[in-house]
Structures are given as C-alpha cells and as structure tokens.
C-alpha cells in the first residue's frame, strides 16, 4: 500500500497497481453510475478488467433491488456482460447471513423495499407480511406474530410509525435479532437532493429499542466473507473500489484489501486529506490507498 495513503495516481502507476491485483471489487453508485446514468467509460473498464483475467465484483449498500433486477440495470446502461453471481448487494448478503446461521429459525419482521423482502424469501425465509392496518388498529392493539426472531431494516419509503413501534415490540425479546442491511446516513439524488438512507431508520429504531443493530453493509466484514464464501478470494490480491470514504473505504480497510476512492460520488479529495491529517488514529482508517479522479483512468492505464 501507499505510504500514508491518499495518493493520486494514474498511468503507469496504476496500471502497475492493477496488475499486483487479481480482483476489483466495485461499489455502485458513484463508481460504475450515477443513479441511471452509467460513470463516462465505466463499462469499458469492466470488459477490459474481464478480458485481461481479473475477477470483479459489486459491492452495493443499496438494498432496493433483488440481484435480478440489478443484471436488468447492468445491461440497460450499457454493462454487457455482468453476471448475477458477480453482484454483492446489502438485501442479498443480509438474507445469505440468515440463511447460513445454523441458530436462526423463524420470521423475519422486515423494513424495507421489494429488494429486501424478495432476496429474503429467495433464501427461503419467511417474511411476515405488512398488512394494511384497519382505522382503528394502533400500537397498544395491533397483531404481532409470534414466530418472528429477526427485524431486519433497510431503505424504507414506505416506513412509518406503525413499523417503528412494531420493530421495537419485536426487539423487547433479547432473543430477537437485529440486522440492518446497511448503515448510509443519505443519498444524493439529481438535483442536488438527498434522500435519508438505511441508517437513518435504524438510528430511530436503535433508540426506541435501546439496542444496537448488526450491520450486513459496508463497512462491516461480512459481504467481503459472503463473497469470499463462493469464490476464492485473497484479500491481498483484492483491490476495493469506492466513493464513500465511511463505508467504502473503512471496509476495504476492515477487509485487509487495497482501497481506491474515486472522485465521482459522494466524498471528497478534501474529506480523505482531513482523517490523513487527524490525530485521531481511528481516521487512519478512512483514508485511501490511493484516489483516482474517475474509474475511467483505469481503460488508459490497462492500455498501458
Ligand atoms: N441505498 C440506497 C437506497 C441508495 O439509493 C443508494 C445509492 O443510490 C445506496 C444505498 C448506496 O449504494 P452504493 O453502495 O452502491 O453506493
Ligand atoms: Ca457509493
């Protein structure tokens, strides 16, 4: 790695880092898209990693769609050969955890969208289903079900008061598990618009619970273990790739892996220069190995 991190590179020096390296591990947004718009030569540079043998991989925090449709998104914005087995995202990895926990049986109560309650049930996990409550159904009366043993919450248009206090009555039993699919403050929409992200809702349930989730997401180790789990993976020879310096980054960096932020998404060179030069030892842990302007520098330096 970088002395110190943080460095710039491109060209030969990155072409030497993408040599010394067997797999790319890609975040989404703010690295391969821009919501529906692909990052400038992003697909260009995924074929051309394939074509000279490298392994790569997304790595999404976005928990709205199921694998499949990420595939449909792949190749409607111009991502010709990306597989469903190559697409780690925080729903599909926060059902594999469920699924592969010799301990959990039973329900799951879920807060989220069609992604979360469609890889959970891929995995073969009930989901309890949200009913509409009638006019005078409130949290003193409403039915709770007795087999659920996990709240899950993730990005959540939908969530409401109801499913707070519902969540919270779940989480009163120390036996009830608590996940979150990922630990996002906000998101930035066109426009210049952010949308509250998953950790928002899991902050309010956090404190009405007064219980602390585990996080599937980025940061955390796990979706490095899940892919590591179905692929031979060596950290050491596994690059990450990444817009957000608290999520990307520090996982990267949680996972033993080579980190690369690029300045096409939500953090700055700025930011990655402020934990560079804290005193804090913690913010070692949010700096970069190295910063590209766009993951577009690397068709120029496999050309090399
Ligand atoms: N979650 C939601 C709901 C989002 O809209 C986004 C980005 O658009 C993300 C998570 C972050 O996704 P990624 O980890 O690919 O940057
Ligand atoms: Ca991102």
Redesign the pocket.
């Known amino acids: 790695t970088a002395s110190g991190g943080c460095q710039k590179i491109r060209g030969a020096q990155l072409h030497e880092l993408l040599e010394s390296k067997h797999n790319v591990l890609f975040?989404?947004?703010?690295?391969?898209w821009n919501?529906e718009t692909a990052v400038a030569g992003a697909p260009e540079v995924v074929r051309a990693l394939k074509q000279r043998g490298k392994r790569v991989f997304?790595?999404?925090?976005?928990?709205?769609r199921p694998r499949q449709s990420y595939v449909q998104k792949f190749a409607r914005l111009g991502f010709a050969d990306v597989d469903e087995q190559e697409i780690f995202?925080?729903a599909y990895c926060s059902a594999a955890y469920l699924r592969d926990m010799a301990t959990f049986s039973g329900k799951v109560f879920a807060i989220g969208?069609p992604g979360v309650h469609a890889e959970l049930r891929d995995a073969g996990i009930s989901v309890v289903e949200e009913e509409e409550d009638g006019p005078d159904v409130n949290i003193s009366n409403c039915a709770l079900d007795p087999d659920v043993r996990a709240v899950l919450v993730?990005?959540d248009e939908k969530f409401s008061f109801m499913k707070l206090a519902k969540a919270c009555c779940y989480l009163r039993d120390s036996e009830c598990l608590f996940l979150a699919?990922?630990p996002?403050p906000w998101?930035?929409?066109r426009g210049g618009r952010i949308?509250p992200?998953?950790g928002s809702l899991t902050a309010a349930l956090e404190t009405a619970s007064s219980r602390k989730a585990t996080v599937i997401?980025?940061p955390s180790r796990f979706m490095f273990e899940c892919i590591a789990s179905q692929f031979d993976l060596d950290p050491e020879s596994s690059l990450m790739v990444?817009?957000?310096l608290e999520?990307?980054i520090v996982f990267g960096v949680n996972c033993g892996l080579s980190t690369v932020l690029t300045l096409t998404?939500?953090s700055t060179f700025e930011q990655a220069q402020v934990y560079k030069d804290s005193d804090e030892p913690k913010k070692k842990d949010f700096v970069p190995d190295y910063v590209v302007e766009s993951i577009a520098d690397f068709l120029e330096a496999l050309e090399e």
């Open positions: 975040d989404c947004d703010g690295v391969i919501g997304f790595v999404t925090n976005n928990c709205t995202s925080s969208c993730g990005y699919t990922d996002d998101h930035p929409l949308t992200g998953s997401g980025k990444g817009d957000r999520t990307d998404g939500v």
